[in-house]
């Protein structure tokens, strides 16, 4: 076996909000969106339209939204299981500092700036979904 890419899935509540918080503070795009028909694939969202699944992408980055409701038909294991993470996604960047501080700035939930024993500077923050996303730049 050979693994050629890890794409993260979040189970979320609304996927409209999911992807506007991932455009608004991380510059994120959207990709291609499923409406609750599941009758095809759009490339943008319509105002008064459900949608089911969203994929958004920065840089080599993608990211899968998808409504609780397909994601718990579709992830049986994740009956019961409330959403949001006890894991993190770590993402290496470039502009570690400033970006820490747009991300205060912007009055989100993060952790401190600190430089590991391992020669990352790094920090953590919580999305709206609860999930958990790390930040890291070698340390130069």
């Not at 095809?40 to 994929?55: C, D, L, R, T």
């Not at 993608?62 to 959403?83: A, C, H, M, N, W």
């Not at 894991?87 to 500092?97: A, C, L, P, Q, W």
């Amino acid at each position: 076996m050979r693994i050629t890419k890890l794409t993260p899935n979040f189970e979320v509540t609304d996927v409209k909000k999911s992807v506007a918080f991932y455009e608004e503070n991380f510059d994120f795009k959207l990709i291609m969106t499923v409406p609750v028909t599941q009758d095809g694939i759009e490339q943008s969202f319509e105002e008064n339209k459900e949608y089911v699944f969203a994929m958004v992408q920065k840089d080599d980055v993608e990211i899968f939204f998808q409504r609780t409701d397909t994601f718990k038909e579709d992830v049986v294991f994740s009956e019961g299981l409330p959403i949001g993470a006890s894991v993190s996604f770590y993402m290496d960047i470039e502009g570690i500092t400033e970006f820490h501080n747009e991300m205060k700035s912007r009055n989100l939930e993060v952790t401190n700036l600190k430089t590991t024993w391992y020669g990352m500077q790094e920090f953590y923050l919580k999305d709206l979904n609860g999930y958990i996303l790390g930040f890291a730049e070698r340390k130069a």
